[in-house]
């Protein structure tokens, strides 16, 4: 007996298939390899092909149940082939033939010709014509426009409003009640969601309640001013004008006047100088504080503090628009904020003539909101919701939009 068949490995009864529709069965040890089987089935189903060698190269042997190509140098046993496994003898896809040098011209030559031209050639293709911008421009007023008109219209209804609390024959007591919100907006509304996520991060109340009223109820804005004033000594001090003993004094003061009431045509007119001293007194209340942060980043460009201060006061506190309006046209200017609208406008005889916008305009509350909303566009939607101002806000907004359309 031969040494080669007392070790011999099992031997494996494999189906073999080719994609002519040729089959049959070859019987070969486990540990024979892949190539070897591979000369083997081009044997039996080409005869004559491996005088070619690369005859065994252009074939493939692949397992049909996995469809894994199987190694020509692994062994049956490694490439886990089990008895009775069927295999299919594929030749390869030829390689597609290399472009000629006359193709690849040609190709590259088409890929130039419909290559977008790049920033010079535009440059110089368009040296002659003028220099234009118009989509951006109008893109960018149509929406200043928007909110400058808005603003326009806050201030004539102040003005209105004034002069029909004025008129009112309560006007006393309507002092009474527009100073008493006015020290209760100063020193107890306080956006409660806000304050509570900020507390609920280790901040203090007291402290938590400044940062808030600095950064106009922005939880963002008033977390890094926390972060950053942490040991700051003066942290806890509270805001000018804010301290307790300070608003009950101004409060008694303004009450006390109003209790003294007009009983006669000169107490008519200290009515109407207390209602103008409180006037005063919202706006100063309501004076514009710009960000602190985006002053010193604006400044350390290179802009001036009092330019600083009016790009901020004309974009809300914006950083990054306010450095846009101090690189560009400026408009609206500083002094455009504080001018009101057309009052022989169609679109402001429409609002006065809104029956809700009449009603509200008595209000005192409307008053508030209006003077909030000019220093803090971003209350606006407080003001919205609320019972009181909402719907006067409501019907504004859609006499604008349907005659902005028009």
């Given at each position: 007996?031969?040494?080669?068949?007392?070790?011999?490995?099992?031997?494996?009864?494999?189906?073999?298939?080719?994609?002519?529709?040729?089959?049959?069965?070859?019987?070969?040890?486990?540990?024979?390899?892949v190539e070897k089987l591979k000369e083997r089935c081009l044997k039996h189903c080409?005869?004559?092909?491996?005088?070619?060698?690369?005859?065994?190269?252009?074939?493939?042997?692949?397992?049909?149940?996995?469809?894994k190509v199987l190694t020509d140098t692994k062994t049956v046993l490694e490439e886990n082939i089990q008895d009775r496994d069927v295999l299919l003898l594929i030749?390869?896809?030829?390689?597609?033939?290399?472009?000629?040098?006359?193709?690849?011209?040609?190709?590259?030559?088409?890929?130039?010709?419909?290559?977008?031209?790049?920033?010079d050639a535009i440059l110089k293709a368009t040296a002659s014509l003028p220099l234009r911008n118009v989509y951006r421009t109008?893109?960018?007023?149509?929406?200043?426009?928007?909110q400058t008109e808005l603003r326009k219209?806050?201030?004539?209804?102040?003005?209105?409003?004034?002069?029909?609390?004025?008129?009112?024959?309560?006007?006393?007591?309507?002092?009474?009640?527009?100073?008493?919100?006015?020290?209760?907006?100063?020193?107890?509304?306080?956006?409660?969601?806000?304050?509570?996520?900020?507390?609920?991060m280790g901040f203090p109340e007291s402290?938590?309640?400044?940062?808030?009223?600095?950064?106009?109820?922005?939880?963002?804005?008033?977390?890094?001013?926390?972060?950053?004033?942490?040991?700051?000594?003066?942290?806890?001090v509270p805001l000018p004008g804010q301290t307790p003993s300070e608003v009950p004094a101004e409060a008694g003061a303004s009450s006390a006047d109003a209790?003294?009431?007009?009983?006669?045509?000169?107490?008519?007119?200290?009515?109407?100088?207390?209602?103008?001293?409180?006037?005063?007194?919202?706006?100063?209340?309501?004076?514009?504080?710009?960000?602190?942060?985006?002053?010193?980043?604006?400044?350390?460009m290179g802009f001036d503090e009092k330019e600083v201060v009016d790009a901020l006061r004309v974009n809300n506190n914006q950083q990054n628009a306010a450095c846009e309006w101090l690189l560009g046209d400026r408009k609206p200017s500083p002094e455009d904020l504080d001018k009101g609208i057309d009052t022989n406008s169609p679109l402001f005889q429409a609002i006065l003539e809104n029956p809700v916008v009449q009603l509200g305009l008595t209000n005192p509350k409307t008053l508030l909101a209006f003077e909030d909303m000019l220093e803090n566009p971003l209350n606006s939607t407080q003001w919205m919701n609320d019972p009181e101002t909402g719907p006067v806000m409501l019907q504004i907004s859609r006499i604008f939009q349907t005659l902005n359309r028009t």
């Open positions: 007996v031969q040494e080669e068949k007392i070790f011999a490995g099992k031997v494996l009864r494999l189906h073999v298939c080719t994609m002519e529709g040729a089959e049959w069965l070859e019987e070969v040890p486990e540990d024979t390899t080409v005869p004559g092909s491996l005088e070619d060698p690369k005859t065994v190269t252009h074939h493939k042997l692949i397992h049909a149940t996995s469809e030749k390869k896809r030829a390689p597609p033939p290399l472009p000629k040098m006359a193709d690849v011209s040609a190709e590259e030559k088409r890929k130039q010709e419909q290559k977008a031209p790049d920033k109008v893109a960018h007023h149509n929406m200043r426009d928007f219209i806050l201030v004539s209804l102040i003005e209105v409003a004034q002069k029909l609390l004025a008129l009112n024959p309560d006007a006393v007591e309507l002092f009474k009640k527009a100073n008493a919100m006015l020290d209760e907006d100063e020193e107890d509304r306080v956006d409660e969601i806000a304050l509570r996520q900020l507390t609920e402290r938590a309640v400044k940062a808030l009223r600095l950064n106009h109820m922005s939880v963002t804005q008033a977390m890094e001013w926390l972060i950053e004033h942490a040991d700051d000594p003066t942290v806890d209790t003294a009431g007009p009983s006669s045509e000169a107490g008519g007119e200290e009515a109407k100088d207390e209602l103008t001293e409180i006037f005063k007194k919202i706006r100063r209340k309501r004076e514009f504080r710009p960000d602190p942060r985006a002053v010193i980043a604006l400044m350390e």
